[in-house]
C-alpha cells in the first residue's frame, strides 16, 4: 500500500493546488481501491449484511492517503472523488442485475420477499441515476450535491467545503433537487 | 431551459418554500403573475417537494 498511499496523497494536494490533470490520475487509483474493499467485504459478510457506503469510503481513504500529510480539505476532496465512484459501482451492479435477472434466471420463483425488494432497489438507483443525468444538465452543482450526499454520504459541511460554497446554499440546493428528483421519479410528466 | 427561466423557478420555489403551506398558492399566483407554464412547473415541484418526505435523505447502502 505504501506507494499508493504515497500517490493519492501527493495528487490530492497537487488537485488542491489547482492541478486539475491530478484527478484524472486519482481517479483510477481510487475506484480500484474501492471495488477492492467491497468485494473483500462482499465475500467475508453475511449475505444479508449491509455494508455501508460512508465506511467503505472512510476505510478507503485510510488505507490510501497518508493521514500525517493530508489535511481536512483533502478528506473533503477525497469523498468527493469517491462518491462519483461509488455512484458508478452501484449503478453498474445494479444494472447488471437488472438483466441477469430478464435472463435465463427468471424461472425461479423468490424465495421471501428479500430479492424482490433487491429489485425495486435496484430499478430506483438505474431511474435516480437517469434522472440526476437530466439534473446535471439543467443544473451541475444540485446533482453533485445529491451525489456527494446520497452516494457519498457526506455531511453538508463536507459538501460545503467540497464545492466551495455556504452550507446554506448546499442545503438550499439539496431541497430543490431533492423536489425535482422526486418529481421525476414518481410523476410521469 | 434557458439559465433565467431556471434561476427564476429557483427563485420563487425558495421563497415560495417559507410561505404558510394554506398560503402558499396565493403566492404562487402572484409571483408567476399570469405565466402559467411558469406557475404549473412551480406547482408540481411544491407538490413533490411537500410529498418527498424522508426520499434519498438517508445515504444509499451497498447490500453485500
Known amino acids: 500500500m505504501g506507494s499508493s498511499q504515497e500517490d493519492v496523497s501527493t495528487l490530492l494536494i497537487a488537485w488542491n493546488d489547482g492541478d486539475k490533470t491530478a484527478l484524472d490520475k486519482l481517479m483510477p487509483l481510487v475506484y480500484a481501491e474501492l471495488r477492492n474493499l467491497a468485494h473483500f467485504h462482499m465475500r467475508r ?5 449491509l ?3 460512508t465506511a467503505l469510503i472512510n476505510e478507503a481513504y485510510l488505507r490510501l492517503v497518508d493521514q500525517k500529510r493530508a489535511c481536512w480539505q483533502n478528506r473533503a476532496q477525497f469523498f468527493g472523488v469517491a462518491s462519483q465512484l461509488v455512484r458508478r459501482i452501484l449503478v453498474n451492479e445494479a444494472r447488471k442485475n437488472k438483466s441477469a435477472k430478464r435472463g435465463g434466471n427468471n424461472l425461479k420463483l423468490p424465495l421471501d420477499e ?5 429489485q425495486e432497489r435496484n430499478k430506483e438507483l438505474v431511474a435516480l441515476d437517469l434522472a440526476l443525468h437530466f439534473l446535471a444538465e439543467v443544473d451541475l452543482r444540485k446533482s453533485q450535491i445529491v451525489e456527494l450526499r446520497y452516494f457519498g454520504g457526506l455531511t453538508v459541511e463536507e459538501i460545503a467545503e467540497f464545492l466551495k460554497i455556504s452550507s446554506a446554499t448546499v442545503m438550499r440546493d439539496w431541497s430543490m433537487a431533492k423536489a425535482w428528483l422526486y418529481r421525476e421519479l414518481h410523476h410521469d410528466t | 431551459m434557458t439559465p433565467e427561466r431556471w434561476d427564476e423557478i429557483n427563485r420563487i420555489y425558495h421563497c415560495a418554500v417559507e410561505v404558510d403551506i394554506d398560503r402558499r398558492a396565493v403566492f404562487l399566483k402572484e409571483a408567476c403573475n399570469g405565466d402559467d407554464t411558469l406557475h404549473q412547473e412551480l406547482e408540481s415541484l411544491l407538490v413533490s417537494h411537500e410529498q418527498a418526505g424522508a426520499f434519498i435523505e438517508q445515504p444509499v447502502f451497498a447490500t453485500g
Open chain 1, 114 to 118: 428479500a430479492p424482490q425488494l433487491c
Open chain 1, 51 to 53: 455494508l455501508q457506503t
Open chain 1, 45 to 49: 459478510e453475511r449475505p444479508d449484511h
